[in-house]
C-alpha cells in the first residue's frame, strides 16, 4: 500500500501531456502524419512506411486535437503504471538504493526525457525485474502488466518492440522453467491475442503485418546511413563518455548475473544466461539507438535508462560479502559517469524544478524552450494539420495525400 501511495506521489508531477504546438520541420511533421495516418484510416506497410506503428501518435510530444481523450487516457495510464512498478521495485531495494531509483527517476522522467521514449522501456525493466525474483501474487500482477505494456510498445514504434518481443518470450521461458507453465502460456497468449486486436482495434488490416515488419526492419537497419543531421551540442566527448557508459552497464550485467543468479537448484531459480540475454539485449536496443541517430536527445534517453538499470539491477539477488560491496561501488561509478555526461546548465535544472509541480510545468517549457524547440507563449502560432504533414512528403503514399 505505501509503494502505491509512493506511485501516485511520483506519477503526479511525471505525468506527460502534448504541450508543444506542431510547427514545420521534421519531428512535428512525421507526429502529424502519425495522427493523419489514424484519422484517415491509413494501413502501415501499404499507405505509410515508418519506424512507428499504429499506436504511435498516442506517445509524441506534440498537440494535435485529434483523438485527444485517448491520449489523455493513454498518458495516465502509462505514467502511473509506470511509477507504480518502480515504486514497487524501489520497495524490494534496501534504503539507499531504493530511494536513489524512485529519486533518479523523478528527476530524469521530468527534466530530460518525459515520454514513452524512456517511460516504455523503464516499464518492461522494472516490471520484468518483479516478475524474475518472486513467485507469489505479486509475481503473477507484474506478468500481467508486463504483458500489457508490451502489447502497446509493440504496436508504438520499433525500438520498443524490439525490447518487448523478447522481454515477453525470455520471461515467459523463465516462468515456464520455474514451474509456472500457467502463467508463461497466458504472457505468451495474452500477447499475440493482445498485439492481434490492437492492431484490428486501430484500422489495420492482418494482411498488412507483413509488410508492416518488412518495412520496419528495411527502415531501422538503413536508418544510421539516411540521417544525415548532426547535433553540434553532441561532440565527441559526449559521445566516448556515452559509451564508457554503456560498457560499464554491460560489466555491471554480467557481474549480477554470475553472482546472484543461477546458484539454487534447477526450477527455482532465473538461469543467469536468460536474464544476461534479456537485460544485455535492453541496452544494446537503446546504445543502438542512441549511438545511431548520435543526437543530443538520443544520447541523453541512452544516459538516463543507464542510470535506471544499474539502480534497478539491485533487485537481483547477491551473496553475502566483500563482493556486494564492490558491486555497490560499481553501480555508484556507472551512475556517476552517465549522469554527469548528461545535459548540464542552469536551464535545464531550473526547468527540472518547475515541472515537479504542474501548476508550474507551464513556467518550464519557457525556462527551456530553447532545449526543446518548443512552441511557447501566446505568439505561437498553430499549423493545420495537413501543412505539418507535408513537410515530411514521402512517408504518407496512396491515400495518404487526399
Keep these: ?43 502501415f506497410g501499404r499507405d505509410i512506411v515508418y519506424t512507428f506503428g499504429p499506436t504511435g501518435f498516442l506517445t509524441t510530444l506534440w498537440f494535435l486535437p485529434y483523438a485527444h481523450g485517448l491520449r489523455m487516457m493513454t498518458d495516465v495510464l502509462l505514467c502511473f503504471g509506470l511509477a507504480a512498478g518502480v515504486c514497487l ?57 508486463l504483458t500489457g505494456l508490451a502489447v502497446f510498445a509493440a504496436m508504438g514504434k520499433g525500438t520498443s518492440l524490439f525490447v518487448a518481443v523478447p522481454t515477453v518470450a525470455l ?26 486486436f490492437c492492431w484490428l482495434l486501430f484500422g489495420q488490416a492482418l494482411a498488412g503485418i507483413p509488410a508492416f515488419l518488412h518495412g520496419l526492419w528495411l527502415m531501422s537497419r538503413d536508418y544510421g546511413g539516411t540521417m544525415q ?16 557508459a554503456s560498457a560499464l552497464a554491460g560489466g555491471l550485467i554480467g557481474c549480477r548475473c554470475r553472482l546472484g543468479l543461477g546458484r539454487a537448484k534447477a526450477g527455482t531459480s532465473t538461469p543467469r544466461w536468460l536474464a544476461a540475454a534479456w537485460l544485455f539485449g535492453m541496452l544494446f536496443v537503446l546504445w543502438k539507438s542512441g549511438m545511431t541517430r548520435a543526437s543530443l536527445y538520443h544520447v541523453n534517453l541512452l544516459l538516463a535508462f543507464v542510470v535506471l538499470l544499474a539502480l534497478a539491477l539491485e533487485a537481483l539477488p547477491l551473496p553475502p560479502g566483500r563482493g556486494r560491496r564492490w558491486i555497490w561501488g560499481f553501480t555508484l561509478l556507472c551512475c556517476l559517469v552517465s549522469s554527469t555526461t548528461l545535459e548540464q546548465g542552469a536551464g535545464a535544472a531550473l526547468g ?36 505539418a504533414g507535408g513537410a515530411f512528403g514521402g512517408v504518407a503514399g496512396g491515400r495518404g495525400h487526399e
Excluded at 520471461?171 to 492481434?196: I, P
Excluded at 566527448?237 to 564508457?244: C, F, P, Y
Excluded at 509541480?357 to 532545449?371: E, G
Design 1 to 43: 500500500m505505501r509503494a502505491l501511495l509512493a506511485a501516485v506521489l511520483i506519477g503526479i508531477p511525471i505525468l506527460t501531456s502534448p504541450h508543444t504546438v506542431p510547427g514545420t520541420g521534421i519531428d512535428p511533421s512525421w507526429s502529424a502524419v502519425l495522427s493523419y495516418a489514424h484519422e484517415k484510416h491509413l494501413q
Design 89 to 145: 521495485l524501489a520497495w524490494r531495494l534496501e534504503l539507499a538504493p531504493g530511494l536513489l531509483l524512485m529519486g533518479s527517476f523523478s528527476f530524469l522522467s521530468t527534466s530530460y526525457l518525459p515520454g514513452a521514449d524512456l517511460f516504455i522501456p523503464m516499464g518492461l525493466l522494472c516490471w520484468g525485474l518483479l516478475c524474475v525474483p518472486g513467485r507469489g501474487g505479486l509475481s503473477t500482477a507484474a506478468a500481467v502488466v
Design 171 to 196: 520471461l515467459a521461458l523463465d516462468q515456464a522453467r520455474r514451474g509456472r507453465r500457467r502463467v508463461a502460456r497466458a504472457m505468451a497468449g495474452v500477447f499475440a491475442a493482445g498485439t492481434t
Design 229 to 244: 543531421a548532426t547535433d553540434p551540442r553532441c561532440g565527441p566527448t559526449i559521445l566516448m563518455q556515452a559509451a564508457i
Design 352 to 387: 527540472a524544478a518547475l515541472r515537479l509541480s504542474p501548476l508550474t510545468r507551464p513556467l518550464a517549457f519557457v525556462v527551456d524552450a530553447d532545449r526543446r524547440g518548443a512552441v511557447v507563449g501566446g505568439a505561437g502560432e498553430r499549423v493545420p494539420l495537413q501543412a
